[in-house]
């Protein structure tokens, strides 16, 4: 079996995808505007092939760049696992008739008007929302919505531009905040706790599932530099909230025609119990939330997602063993960081129930907490209690400090 596999090598847990893809014995051809020299080991050892392009982000371009490379070369899969590619990997697999979600498929993943109509004619809760480009649209939004209102972009990540607003005063702002993005998603504002359901499916039958909960939301986590946001895989999946979210996820990829791969929701859990639809991608969840699986079944996703994606198979146990948390640090300051208080007392503590430390070392220069998630670095934990877990998360985020300057 051939595959093409799009941005091999970034973002960085690109790298983890590409050796699942040469694990399960496929001949993995790359393209990506990498340069050849600067791609990782992992990566040049899992490729047959690697087609370094001006601009990824063409897919005009990209299209007929690859087209021409494996002109003759019988290709079976072409794959993308980075939300801007998604699109991109279904116009190519329609240009060369590989089997694999449609361009109108995944436009159903990638714009979230689109997504929320689709999920919402199969009867399923979504917010109320509507698109809007222009100023004056934005405004007769709010006469629908009413406050408090969300106003986002119709195709975001990372939460960015995202806002709450609370009142007109507070509209305005925002409209100037979001003058350059060119088309918004105006949304009645869900009041809940947040969380996600994640996913490999089968021809949009889910093979592998999981659910986190968000610590806080993050549109809190990202709207206050002091916050450590804290993401915790929820263990027992049979709890009632999740279930429910569940089961909302279920009809979601039914309603979107999800066909083989990684799904990513996002989803609230009002006070009433209801589970709310927030956004779903067709791909894995960014920032680590893969390994934060891995760690709670002791896995290899990155693999068994490959196994999934050519083969329709899925392998390893997927008992679920722990609660596995991520603690995200933000230093205080500005600069370099200069030292970190509180690790060695919160190591002592947890001992082996820490499972990575990458916090960023004295030296390193501070992350743009607005641009990245991973922020100052991270921590890793789990534990088989939900409580204890999530105590453990707390006590990283509220006792680890760490200073720059
Ligand atoms: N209708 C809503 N009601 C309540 N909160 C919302 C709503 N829409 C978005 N949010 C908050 O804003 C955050 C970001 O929105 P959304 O997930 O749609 O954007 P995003 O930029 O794709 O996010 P990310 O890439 O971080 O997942 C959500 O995680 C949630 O906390
Ligand atoms: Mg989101």
């Known amino acids: 079996m051939r595959v093409v596999f799009l941005q091999p090598n970034y973002p960085p847990e ?14 993995v051809y790359g393209v990506g505007d990498s340069h050849p020299d600067s791609l990782a ?12 392009v001006p ?10 760049r690859t087209s021409a490379w494996l002109k003759g070369v019988e290709i079976d899969r072409v794959l993308a696992n980075w939300e801007p590619l998604v699109i991109l990997a279904a116009k190519i697999r329609e240009r060369w008739g590989v089997p694999g979600m449609s361009v109108d498929t995944v436009r159903g993943f990638r714009d979230k008007q689109l997504m929320k109509e689709r999920v919402r004619a199969a009867g399923l809760r979504t917010p109320r929302s509507c698109r809007a480009t222009t100023k004056a649209e934005i405004w007769a ?15 975001g990540a990372g939460s960015a531009d995202t806002y709450r607003v609370e009142s007109d005063a507070e509209l305005e702002k925002v409209l100037a905040l979001t003058a350059h ?3 918004v998603s105006c949304e009645e ?7 996600t359901y994640d996913t490999i499916c089968v021809g949009g039958r889910p093979i592998y599932e999981n659910c986190t909960q968000y610590l806080p939301k993050p549109l809190e986590a990202r709207s206050h530099e002091w916050i450590s946001p804290v993401v915790i895989t929820l263990k027992d999946m049979s709890q009632p909230h999740a279930r429910k979210g569940i089961e909302l996820g279920r009809n979601v990829l039914r309603a979107l025609g999800m066909g083989d791969g990684f799904t990513h929701m996002e989803w609230f859990y009002t006070k009433k119990g ?12 960014g920032a680590r939330i893969v390994d934060q699986m891995n760690y709670t079944s002791d896995i290899d996703l990155f693999r068994e997602w490959a196994r999934v994606v050519c083969w329709h198979a899925f392998d390893a146990d997927q008992t679920r063993k722990y609660n596995a948390g991520i603690i995200f640090k933000r230093a205080k300051g500005q600069g370099r960081i200069q030292q970190i208080v509180g690790l060695n007392a919160w190591k002592q503590r947890w001992g082996n ?9 004295p030296g390193t220069p501070r992350r743009d907490w607005k641009q990245t998630l991973l922020s100052d670095g991270h921590l890793m934990c789990r534990h088989p209690d939900w409580d204890t877990a999530k105590e453990m998360c707390f006590d990283a985020a509220q006792n680890i400090t760490l200073y720059a300057g």
């Open 14 to 27: 690109m790298q983890q995808y590409t050796r699942g893809l040469a694990e399960v014995g496929v001949k």
């Open 41 to 52: 080991p992992m990566v040049k050892k899992a490729l047959s092939g690697y087609l370094q």
């Open 55 to 64: 601009r990824i982000m063409d897919e005009d371009d990209v299209v007929e």
């Open 141 to 155: 939004a709010r006469e629908e919505m009413g406050y408090p209102m969300i106003v986002k972009p119709i195709a």
């Open 181 to 183: 993005v060119s088309e």
């Open 189 to 195: 504002y869900i009041e809940g706790e947040e969380f």
């Open 274 to 285: 209801e589970a709310v639809f927030g956004e779903i991608g067709c791909r894995p969840g």
């Open 353 to 361: 129930w820490i499972v990575e430390d990458e916090l960023l070392r």
